[in-house]
C-alpha cells in the first residue's frame, strides 16, 4: 500500500491510518496532556496526517487542543483535518440542526476553535429531522467555494438521504458504522460510493474491543457491558471464536490482531482510511502497522467466510 491515498474525488491525500481525536477531548487543553497534544504531535512525528474531530467531541474541546497544538508547533500545513457539525444546545437540551445558517455558524465556530483558515473535510455529523438534505449540503458548498472549507462529507445519513443530499454531486466521503458484526453498509451502500467515486471510511472499527482481541472467556466483564446484546451469550462466545479463527494471520504477519481487521477494511475498494481511536501513544503506534499489512485476496476470503455479511447480533 502506498503511504498515501486520496479521499475519493476530495483530492485531499491522506495517510490510510488516521486517527479519531474524539478522546482528545479528555485531555486538558492548557496542559496538552497524553490524551491531547502530546499524542497529536508523536502522531505527526509518525506519518501519520489524517486527524478526524467534531464539535461533540468534548463540546469544542478536542477541535480546540487540536487547533492550539497545530498552531504552537506550526504543523498546520501538515495535516488533514475533518471535523463535523450538527449538534446545537437549545434550553439546555442537546439537538441536532441541519439548517444552512446553523452549518454555517457551526463551520466559522470550527474554525476558530481549530485557528486556521480552512477545514479540509467538514461533516454533516447527523441529520436532523427537517431540513431538506440538498439545502444543508448547499450551505457547505458555498463555503466551499469561499475556501472555509475543501471538501464535504455526511455521517449517519440512511441511503435515501445520502441520496438526495448528493443530488448534484457535492459529496466527496461518507463515514458511517462498519466493522465486521455490522457489513451493512457494504451490502447496501458501497456500490453507490464507487459509481459516485465517494470514499467511505468506517467508524467503530473494533466494536468496542471484541474485534481487537481484547477479550476471551476469562476477561471480567462489566455491568455495562453485560448489558450490551454482543456481550451476552451465545452471541459473546460465538464472536470470541470467530475472532480466534482470525487470530492465525496476526501471529503470521507479527502485529496485533487489531491490524489484521483495519488491513481487512483498507482492502475494500471505497475504504481509503480508517480513523481508529487511540486511548495512548502506544494504541496509535501499534495502529500505524495496519497500513504495512497486504493482506492476500485469499486471505480476505477467509475472513469474510468467518465474518460473512450475512452475520448478525442475536
Same mark, same amino acid.
Given at each position: 500500500?502506498?503511504?498515501?491515498?486520496?479521499?475519493?474525488?476530495?483530492?485531499?491525500?491522506?495517510?490510510?491510518?488516521?486517527?479519531? @481525536?474524539?478522546?482528545?477531548?479528555?485531555?486538558?487543553?492548557?496542559?496538552?496532556?497524553?490524551?491531547?497534544?502530546?499524542?497529536?504531535?508523536?502522531?505527526?512525528?509518525?506519518?501519520?496526517?489524517?486527524?478526524?474531530?467534531?464539535?461533540?467531541?468534548?463540546?469544542?474541546?478536542?477541535?480546540?487542543?487540536?487547533?492550539?497544538?497545530?498552531?504552537?508547533?506550526?504543523?498546520?500545513?501538515?495535516?488533514?483535518?475533518?471535523?463535523?457539525?450538527?449538534?446545537?444546545?437549545?434550553?439546555?437540551?442537546?439537538?441536532?440542526?441541519?439548517?444552512?445558517?446553523?452549518?454555517?455558524?457551526?463551520?466559522?465556530?470550527?474554525?476558530?476553535?481549530?485557528?486556521?483558515?480552512?477545514?479540509?473535510?467538514?461533516?454533516?455529523?447527523?441529520?436532523?429531522?427537517?431540513?431538506?438534505?440538498?439545502?444543508?449540503?448547499? @450551505?457547505?458548498?458555498?463555503?466551499?467555494?469561499?475556501?472555509?472549507?475543501?471538501?464535504?462529507?455526511?455521517?449517519?445519513?440512511?441511503?435515501?438521504?445520502?441520496?438526495? @443530499?448528493?443530488?448534484?454531486?457535492?459529496?466527496?466521503?461518507?463515514?458511517?458504522?462498519?466493522?465486521?458484526?455490522?457489513?451493512? @453498509?457494504?451490502?447496501?451502500?458501497?456500490?453507490?460510493?464507487?459509481?459516485?467515486?465517494?470514499?467511505?471510511?468506517?467508524?467503530?472499527?473494533?466494536?468496542?474491543?471484541?474485534?481487537?482481541?481484547?477479550?476471551?472467556?476469562?476477561?471480567?466483564?462489566?455491568?455495562?457491558?453485560?448489558?450490551?446484546?454482543?456481550?451476552?451469550?451465545?452471541?459473546?462466545?460465538?464472536?470470541?471464536?470467530?475472532?480466534?479463527?482470525?487470530?492465525?494471520?496476526?501471529?503470521?504477519?507479527?502485529?496485533?490482531?487489531?491490524?489484521?481487521?483495519?488491513?481487512?477494511?483498507?482492502?475494500?475498494?471505497?475504504?481509503?482510511?480508517?480513523?481508529?481511536?487511540?486511548?495512548?501513544?502506544?494504541?496509535?503506534?501499534?495502529?500505524?502497522?495496519?497500513?504495512?499489512?497486504?493482506?492476500?485476496?485469499?486471505?480476505?476470503?477467509?475472513?469474510?467466510?468467518?465474518?460473512?455479511?450475512?452475520?448478525?447480533?442475536?
Amino acid at each position: 500500500m502506498s503511504e498515501f491515498v486520496t479521499l475519493g474525488r476530495s483530492g485531499l491525500k491522506v495517510h490510510p491510518i488516521g486517527l479519531g @481525536a474524539n478522546k482528545i477531548s479528555d485531555a486538558d487543553a492548557s496542559t496538552n496532556t497524553e490524551y491531547g497534544g502530546d499524542i497529536l504531535l508523536d502522531a505527526i512525528d509518525k506519518g501519520l496526517n489524517f486527524i478526524d474531530t467534531a464539535f461533540i467531541y468534548g463540546d469544542g474541546k478536542s477541535e480546540s487542543i487540536i487547533g492550539n497544538t497545530l498552531k504552537k508547533n506550526n504543523l498546520r500545513q501538515d495535516v488533514v483535518i475533518a471535523t463535523k457539525g450538527a449538534h446545537e444546545y437549545v434550553d439546555g437540551e442537546l439537538t441536532l440542526n441541519n439548517s444552512p445558517e446553523f452549518l454555517t455558524k457551526q463551520v466559522e465556530n470550527s474554525l476558530q476553535r481549530l485557528q486556521t483558515d480552512y477545514i479540509d473535510l467538514y461533516y454533516i455529523h447527523f441529520p436532523d429531522e427537517h431540513t431538506p438534505k440538498a439545502e444543508a449540503i448547499g @450551505a457547505l458548498s458555498r463555503l466551499k467555494e469561499q475556501g472555509k472549507i475543501r471538501s464535504i462529507g455526511v455521517s449517519n445519513f440512511s441511503f435515501d438521504q445520502i441520496k438526495e @443530499a448528493n443530488v448534484h454531486q457535492d459529496i466527496d466521503v461518507v463515514q458511517d458504522e462498519y466493522n465486521l458484526l455490522n457489513q451493512e @453498509a457494504e451490502s447496501k451502500v458501497f456500490q453507490y460510493y464507487q459509481e459516485h467515486n465517494i470514499s467511505f471510511i468506517p467508524y467503530f472499527p473494533f466494536a468496542s474491543g471484541l474485534l481487537a482481541g481484547k477479550y476471551d472467556q476469562h476477561t471480567q466483564l462489566t455491568a455495562r457491558q453485560k448489558s450490551r446484546p454482543q456481550f451476552q451469550d451465545p452471541t459473546y462466545s460465538d464472536i470470541l471464536g470467530k475472532v480466534d479463527q482470525i487470530r492465525p494471520l496476526a501471529e503470521k504477519y507479527q502485529t496485533g490482531l487489531q491490524n489484521i481487521v483495519l488491513a481487512y477494511y483498507l482492502s475494500k475498494n471505497v475504504v481509503d482510511a480508517v480513523i481508529p481511536g487511540a486511548r495512548n501513544r502506544k494504541q496509535m503506534e501499534q495502529n500505524l502497522e495496519a497500513a504495512k499489512i497486504q493482506l492476500t485476496e485469499d486471505e480476505c476470503k477467509f475472513i469474510a467466510s468467518v465474518f460473512p455479511p450475512s452475520f448478525k447480533l442475536k
